[in-house]
């Protein structure tokens, strides 16, 4: 069965970096655009980022553009995202997702990103 | 971008009652709109895709509709696992951009 795993969340000081990984299993992880989505706390679902199946295209909200990369290693199926500059309105669970007949089929159980001095 | 604006942000209903909400967006998105379900703690769950399509495993009595600009999602008789947060997602364009949420309360 499709299964998503996130790591990599922790507490880092506003202005610093951390990269979050997805592990992905139960697929054919090189066949399938990824994504990344958030959830601040307390508040609404917000979609972060794409990338399609080879890494050739990727797509980013504009509250994140230029401060994260998303991007994915088809030979470890593991799905990245490089978060720079981060800011305390970052703090957030972030899930990685998969699309299955649409959009965010598959969901991970996220991981917590605390933003904080 | 594409702007989602879901209403209401917040309603008290019944169990067994009849529960409508609106997804308007601020361009037209054909049918590529979708609807999720969240509980406290838990992760969202896609309910519907396509505008209508029904996500497999989930009950009938809930159902979605429109295209273009105006869609809205129906439950047709509340019940007690069903109150939670839903979501709509536009996908049509990037950036996506989901509603802002409404939250379904026990009255």
């Known amino acids: 069965q499709v299964q998503l795993v996130e790591s990599g969340g922790g507490v880092v000081q506003p202005g610093g970096s951390l990269r979050l990984s997805c592990a992905a299993s139960g697929f054919t992880f090189s066949s399938y655009g990824m994504h990344w989505v958030r959830q601040a706390p307390g508040k609404g679902l917000e979609w972060v980022a794409f990338?399609?199946?080879?890494?050739?295209?990727?797509y980013y909200a504009d509250s994140v553009k230029g401060r994260f990369t998303i991007s994915r290693d088809n030979s470890k199926n593991t799905l990245y995202l490089q978060m720079n500059s981060l800011r305390a309105e970052d703090t957030a669970v972030y899930y990685c997702a998969k699309d299955l007949l649409g959009p965010l089929g598959y969901w991970g159980q996220g991981t917590l990103v605390t933003v904080s001095s | 971008d594409i702007q989602m604006t879901q209403s209401p942000s917040a309603m008290s209903a019944s169990v067994g009652d009849r529960v409508t909400i609106t997804c308007r967006a601020s361009q037209g998105i054909s049918n590529y709109l979708a609807w999720f379900q969240q509980k406290p703690g838990k992760v969202p769950k896609r309910l519907i895709y396509?505008?209508?399509s029904l996500q497999s495993g989930v009950p009938s009595r809930f159902s979605g509709s429109g295209s273009g600009t105006e869609f809205t999602l129906t439950i047709s008789s509340l019940q007690p696992e069903d109150f939670a947060t839903y979501y709509c997602?536009?996908?049509?364009?990037?950036?996506?951009?989901f509603g802002q949420g409404t939250k379904v309360e026990i009255k």
């Open positions: 997602l536009q996908h049509n364009s990037y950036p996506w951009t």
């Open positions: 396509a505008s209508s």
């Open positions: 990338i399609r199946y080879d890494g050739s295209n990727k």
